[in-house]
Nanobody, 123 residues
Framework: VQLVESGGGLVQPGGSLTLSCAASGFTFTNYYMTWVRQAPGKGLEWLSSIYGGGGWPYYADSVKGRFAISRYSANNTLYLQIRSLKPDDTAVYYC?????????????????WGQGTQVTVSS
């Protein structure tokens, strides 16, 4: 099983970014796919989830309207579009997969997770 995030980097405040997560080794459409992040010195923050087989997305109240999760099951890829980036969005962003829709405090609570991609918002 592999989850490989990409698309992070240094972005100016107000900018936009799209993160990708390429999944392999499991049946993507049978899992809830989730984005979480961990800022320096802080705990894991759940951001958004979507069922790999389709359906409505779920968002944390703190990111509604700025973050958009999507998935393309044909190539087993999960995306997270982020707009109006703020310095507080600086964090390592992880994608995770689980049979259940989880809002977890640890990556280990998910069945699978990736290595993360760093997003730094700074001028």
């Amino acid at each position: 099983v592999q989850l490989v995030e990409s698309g992070g980097g240094l972005v100016q405040p107000g900018g936009s970014l799209t993160l990708s997560c390429a999944a392999s080794g499991f049946t993507f459409t049978n899992y809830y796919m989730t984005w979480v992040r961990q800022a320096p010195g802080k705990g894991l923050e759940w951001l958004s989830s979507i069922y790999g087989g389709g359906g409505w997305p779920y968002y944390a109240d703190s990111v509604k309207g700025r973050f958009a999760i999507s998935r393309y099951s044909a190539n087993n890829t999960l995306y997270l579009q982020i707009r109006s980036l703020k310095p507080d969005d600086t964090a390592v962003y992880y994608c995770a997969a689980d049979r259940s829709k989880r809002i977890a405090g640890s990556l280990h609570d998910y069945a699978y997770w990736g290595q993360g991609t760093q997003v730094t918002v700074s001028s």
